[in-house]
């Protein structure tokens, strides 16, 4: 190896190891709970959060903001579901989904953010967990970045969580550093996806356990580290897509149960 290529290693290498032992030596030592949506209520809160409307892009393209079966309170958790659409006059998506945020109504700032959920496997079933800069205006995707804390495709054992931003999407700086990672999951059971975003890194986690460190790094090009900013956050069902692949109408209705969302700082 080169000595110009291993100061490059050694530039993202060592924030690596760095904030992985800081993650592990402070989870959950050393925080203290500031925030938390519990979902007890009879509806949603929506000073909190609001239904996700239909879009262009692959990950909203089947969510529906009309359908009262596709966003539930039940038993204490918030149930999204996907569904093969019953009126295709009312509307013509073969699928229809649900999902809610919290865009221009809360906040996450730095500290860390912990979700609980149980995901129903179906093939073509895209369930997610992602967080993106509140302030849209001045920091529109992907300059403001996206760190997608949860990502479970089909019936699959594991989740994917990945950050984006100007450098990885734009400039294609998906590998120095590596920008995704994942992890084990129980299948049928809850499981606990957090963030926990830094001044100088973003430590992404399974059930507690640190998968994936994304530091931040000496680099000439623009838009490496985003995330150290106020974040909105998106809990959604999708259906179908190019990555996540066919749906099978005989796998539906399939749901996503979010037990509680919890936002921690560090202790002073």
Request: aromatic letters at 10%; a neutral charge; charged letters at 25%.
């Amino acid at each position: 190896m080169d000595r110009t290529r291993k100061w490059k290693l050694l530039d993202w290498a060592l924030p690596i190891l760095l904030c992985l032992l800081d993650s592990c030596a402070s989870h959950p030592k050393g925080w203290k709970l500031v925030w938390e949506e519990d979902f007890n209520g009879r509806t949603l809160d929506t000073t909190v959060w609001s239904r996700i409307p239909r879009g262009a892009a692959q990950w909203q393209d089947t969510q529906s903001t009309d359908d009262p079966r596709l966003v539930v309170l039940r038993d204490g958790m918030l149930v999204l579901r996907g569904i093969q659409n019953d009126d295709l006059k009312a509307d013509t998506s073969a699928y229809l989904t649900g999902g809610v945020w919290t865009k221009d109504k809360h906040a996450f700032e730095m500290g860390r953010v912990e979700i609980k959920a149980r995901l129903q496997g179906a093939r073509g079933a895209w369930p997610a967990i992602w967080m993106m800069a509140f302030d849209t205006r001045n920091k529109p995707w992907p300059d403001g970045g996206e760190i997608d804390i949860m990502e479970r495709l089909n019936h699959d054992t594991i989740a994917y969580q990945t950050v984006h931003s100007h450098y990885t999407y734009t400039l294609k700086q998906g590998s120095n550093p590596p920008q995704s990672s994942k992890g084990p999951i129980r299948p049928d059971d809850f499981n606990v996806y957090g963030a926990t975003i830094y001044p100088d890194s973003v430590v992404l986690s399974i059930n507690g356990q640190p998968t994936l460190c994304y530091p931040r790094i000496h680099t000439d090009k623009r838009g490496q580290f985003p995330f150290y900013t106020p974040q909105f956050l998106l809990i959604d069902m999708q259906l179908g897509g190019d990555w996540v692949g066919k749906v099978y109408p005989e796998d539906l209705p399939v749901e996503m149960e979010v037990d509680w969302v919890r936002h921690y700082k560090p202790k002073k």
